[in-house]
């Protein structure tokens, strides 16, 4: 089974500002997907970015970056120029490319950008 | 982007009856989706995965008597939470997974269930 961790409950950026949160997974798998999810208050979950494995190449969209890390088996996302639209909870979560594509979720990081 | 639907969005039930939630895929077929429960501020946990036109198959520790299932067709699975209790009050998210694109999964705006 993969074990996904994120070791920072909860986070606070002032808006404008940076913050990286924090995910690592164990898995014996060469072949998977990777992803950040956001949960905002409404609970909607939403892609914010997704990273195969095989692609030596960080994901990026927009503001949101990933440091990706498959030797040390880490996956950080880098949020840059924060805005108070962003204050939600985030979620590591790991998929293995087979027949049952679950979803092995991390604890998750509360994150609060500050005005 | 693909959108799925969740029905109630919110429902309210006493104990020992039963209610059913829906999860319809509106612009996309999904073979298969998941039905997550969700407790407040914590992760998503898995409780099944569904196929279309076969049994749900539950993860260890999920009821299956409790927790009943249905995917009938490529846009829709229904949970039935049976004999409920207010334990089994949460909030239930379903997800369905995009049968071209593999690695994409969209989810429900989710189902907040509270057990009188």
């Known amino acids: 089974a993969q074990t996904v961790t994120q070791s920072q409950p909860e986070m606070s950026v002032q808006e404008a500002e940076t913050v990286t949160l924090s995910c690592t997974y164990d898995?014996?798998?060469?072949?998977?997907?990777l992803f950040w999810y956001k949960q905002p208050p409404s609970r909607q979950m939403i892609l914010v970015i997704r990273?195969?494995?095989?692609?030596?190449q960080n994901a990026t969209e927009n503001r949101f970056s990933v440091n990706f890390q498959k030797a040390a088996k880490s996956f950080s996302l880098k949020i840059s120029d924060s805005q108070l639209g962003d204050t939600a909870m985030y979620f590591c979560?790991?998929?293995?490319?087979?027949?049952?594509?679950?979803?092995?979720f991390g604890a998750g990081t509360t994150v609060t950008v500050r005005a | 982007g693909a959108v799925v639907s969740q029905h109630p969005s919110w429902v309210i039930c006493k104990s020992g009856t039963s209610v059913k939630i829906e999860c319809r895929s509106l612009?996309?077929?999904?073979?298969?989706m998941f039905w997550y429960r969700q407790f407040p501020k914590q992760s998503l946990m898995l409780m099944a995965t569904?196929?279309?036109?076969?049994?749900?198959?539950?993860e260890q520790g999920v009821e299956k008597d409790k927790f009943l299932i249905n995917h009938a067709s490529l846009t829709l699975s229904t949970l039935t939470v049976t004999s409920a209790h207010p334990e089994d009050s949460s909030f239930y998210i379903c997800?369905?997974?995009?049968?071209?694109?593999?690695?994409?999964?969209?989810f429900g705006p989710g189902t907040r269930l509270t057990v009188t």
């Open positions: 997800s369905a997974r995009d049968s071209i694109q593999d690695y994409e999964q969209y």
């Open positions: 898995t014996s798998e060469n072949n998977y997907y």
């Open positions: 990273q195969e494995a095989y692609k030596q």
């Open positions: 979560a790991f998929m293995k490319r087979s027949n049952d594509y679950k979803l092995s």
């Open positions: 612009d996309f077929q999904a073979t298969t």
């Open positions: 569904s196929n279309e036109g076969s049994k749900a198959t539950y």
